[in-house]
Nanobody, 122 residues
């Protein structure tokens, strides 16, 4: 089992940057691919970025390519999402999640954090 806690959310102006971190516990953490998703009230959970267990492969939603970077540190059991050039439409609750395979589908992810609010003002 993997338990995850997100941190780093907050309020930022458009064009600014934030870095989300996800601290994971569990001996099998390094065998999981990790993903970041986001969700707004009344909307479906949306894939943002994902990284393979080794960190060698990454995927990004088209809406964040070139602005967001996902990374992981398996020695510290953390995964991060660096978000630059933020836009008001990036406002959402952001969740980190663990999956056996790198996927863009939230149904493929078994373990989820509690979420961190990111608000981008215009």
């Amino acid at each position: 089992q993997v338990h995850m806690v997100e941190s780093g959310g907050g309020l930022v102006q458009a064009g600014g940057s934030l870095r989300l971190s996800c601290a994971a516990s569990g001996r099998t953490y390094t065998t999981y691919a990790m993903g970041w998703f986001r969700q707004n009230p009344g909307k479906e959970r949306e894939f943002v970025a994902g990284i393979s267990s080794s960190g060698g492969n990454t995927k990004y939603a088209d809406s964040v390519k070139g602005r967001f970077t996902i990374s992981r540190d398996n020695a510290r059991n953390t995964v991060s999402l660096q978000m630059n050039s933020l836009k008001p439409e990036d406002t959402a609750v952001y969740y980190c999640a663990a999956s056996w395979i790198l996927s863009t589908e939230p149904t493929m992810y078994t373990y989820w954090g509690q979420g961190a609010q990111v608000t981008v003002s215009s």
